[in-house]
């Protein structure tokens, strides 16, 4: 079984009913509306409630940053690439690949944002990058239990099966020679960021039908791989709005 911890999270699990929920455990010392909303939802879907010591959350989500609330869940269900394809939120085919990140509130954030931003879904790797955990699902505050997240085994394999069904692969890249906002977006598209550090893989990168980065105008070469994201993405949102 997994956790889902935080006031966003869990009342976001309730409602998508994404995953099965075992129990929802919630602090005995806590007494606010906010809580109080979520056990009413809790004893309108007939979910399980048990009100236990603050501790006893710690341990259920390794940490104490829970809020008082804890859901015990079965495990995140992963969407297939075949259904992710099949979708589209709008008039272009809007897509995320993330080329093994590894930090969980990194991946929280850009879930958050692609989902915001009106993205389709998301596809991660599913070795050497963080899955979807309880840290993650609460970075993402609740965006993760209604974006579509797909788990491939190989990211370059995944994006020729991309451009095999008509979606360009934009790689976002500090050796990219196009600025991200020349790029006219209206298009299916696939935006393709690296790990932290390393950025993307070289293969994944010779995969890419564009390469774009950008412009860094202070002292530091580059961003945090969550804000470069967010970023590109609301370039795309932006465009798509004219």
């Given amino acids: 079984m997994d956790a889902i911890y935080g006031i966003h999270p869990v009342e976001e699990a309730l409602t998508a009913q994404h995953r099965a929920i075992e129990y929802v455990a919630v602090a005995r010392e806590r007494h606010d509306a906010k809580l109080q909303r979520i056990i009413d939802q809790c004893r309108a879907a007939g979910v399980s409630l048990r009100f236990v010591p603050r501790a006893d959350l710690t341990r259920l989500a390794r940490t104490d940053g829970h809020q008082g609330i804890v859901a015990v869940t079965a495990p995140h269900r992963y969407?297939?690439?075949g259904d992710l394809l099949a979708r589209s939120r709008g008039e272009h085919r809007f897509l995320v690949a993330?080329?093994?990140i590894e930090d969980p509130h990194n991946l929280g954030a850009v879930i958050r944002t692609a989902d915001a931003a009106g993205a389709d879904g998301v596809v991660i790797p599913e070795r050497r990058a963080v899955g979807v955990t309880a840290v993650v699902?609460?970075?993402?505050?609740?965006?993760?239990?209604y974006l579509p997240i797909v788990r491939v085994t190989n990211m370059a394999r995944c994006l020729d099966e991309l451009k095999a069904g008509n979606i360009?692969?934009?790689?976002?890249?500090?050796?990219?020679?196009?600025?991200?906002?020349?790029?006219?977006?209206?298009?299916?598209?696939?935006?393709?960021?690296?790990?932290?550090?390393?950025?993307?893989?070289?293969l994944v990168r010779k995969k890419c039908d564009f390469l774009v980065s950008i412009p860094m105008l202070g002292k530091v070469p580059s961003l945090n791989v969550s804000v470069a994201a967010a970023v590109v993405m609301y370039e795309v949102a932006r465009q798509r709005r004219i």
């Fill in 79 to 81: 969407a297939g690439l």
């Fill in 98 to 100: 993330l080329d093994g």
């Fill in 137 to 145: 699902a609460k970075a993402a505050a609740g965006a993760a239990e």
């Fill in 168 to 202: 360009w692969v934009v790689g976002v890249d500090e050796r990219g020679q196009q600025s991200y906002d020349s790029l006219d977006y209206k298009m299916d598209c696939a935006i393709v960021l690296g790990a932290e550090g390393p950025g993307l893989h070289e």
